[in-house]
């Protein structure tokens, strides 16, 4: 490896493993989840309740800050952490997924990605080099490099084109971060769709140019869990075991469950306030939709052994009154549920595999899942 280690391997249960990565703001524990607060801000949730609910590690987003307020202007202002109050581990991502996802209007070339803002059209260059130089005005200290994601399906040459595209672009990325500070760390993506032959290629080839941690990419963007779940089975052994492993944009708790049994260490996803913005609750008995007329009259929490005090204390009845009025307070209070739960599952994880027990966790946590909310009164 040409790249220093950060990551401490503490224990394994099967595939699954529980490790520490540290970065300059601080210790991840992993598996880890990473709440996203893309544009600088955890939508509807404070910082405070994002650090009380037991995260580590939050994501910002390169292409929505470059945009807006700026990289240049946010690295005069101190920093991410320093600007945004977190203060804590942040991963960016690289903006290459919002360009493909969020931009009509682009071109894409050996050079760089060219497109048209969707703030106000102004037309932007994103090259490898400049992805990097903006992760660095924003002083995270886990920068992804520049890659191609194509959804899925898709066919093998669009899939081996963005690939082998994605794979010089890792080459580029990690020149440019050269000069970042002693601690970050850069991450290489491994593309290639749903087609193992072309993740063994991306994944072995990364590994040769060498980073600190590695992504896996271009999944959970239209095919099915299975799809995705033999993905991760034919990657991740090919990643080597002392580096952090990151699968990106994912998931609902099921998938989060799948993917550490299969070796995964880190993830990100909007999911937890998304959903908590829509009526939607991730508790230990699976998905509640508090929009349903059950809850109208119900005094009862979420979960009365919740150990958040959102979900221990607050009725039913009252979040149902909320979300069916539009009160911005529901969509408050069931994302900061939502991102308490996922990271309750996650030390709940972190435990198991420290305890020899993952297998019975699962098994526990997958029964809870099967039998639903409680009755209704």
Known sequence: MSLPNHFDLLATDGAARTGHLTTPHGVVRTPAFMPCGTAGAMKGVHWREVRDAGADIVLGNTYHLMLRPGAERIAALGGL????????????????FQVMSLSDLRKVSERAVTFRSHIDGAKVELSPERSIEVQRLLGSDIAMQMDECVRLPAGRDDIERAMRLSLRWAERSKRAFES???????????????????????????????????????????EPQAVMLAMIEETAPALPADRPRYLMGVGTPEDLLEAVTRGIDMFDCVMPTRNGRHGMAFTRFGQINLR????????????????????????????????????????????????????????????????????TFQKQTRAGWARGDIAPR
């Open 81 to 96: 952490q320093s600007f945004t109050g977190w203060n804590g581990p942040m991963l960016t991502d690289s903006g290459g």
């Open 180 to 222: 970042a500070p002693e601690g970050c760390m850069l991450f290489g993506i491994v593309q290639g769709g749903d087609i193992a032959e072309m993740r063994h290629i991306n994944a072995r080839e990364l590994v040769e140019i060498g980073f600190h941690g590695y992504a896996i990419g271009g999944l959970a963007v239209g």
């Open 292 to 359: 349903n007329a059950r809850h109208a009259d119900d005094p009862r929490p979420l979960d009365e052994e919740s150990e958040w005090p959102s979900a221990r204390n607050i009725s039913r009845a009252y979040l149902h009154h909320l979300v069916r009025s539009g009160e911005t307070l529901g969509a408050m209070l069931l994302s900061e549920i939502n991102i308490a739960y996922y990271q309750h599952l996650m030390r709940g994880m972190r435990d198991a595999i420290t305890a020899g027990t993952f297998e």
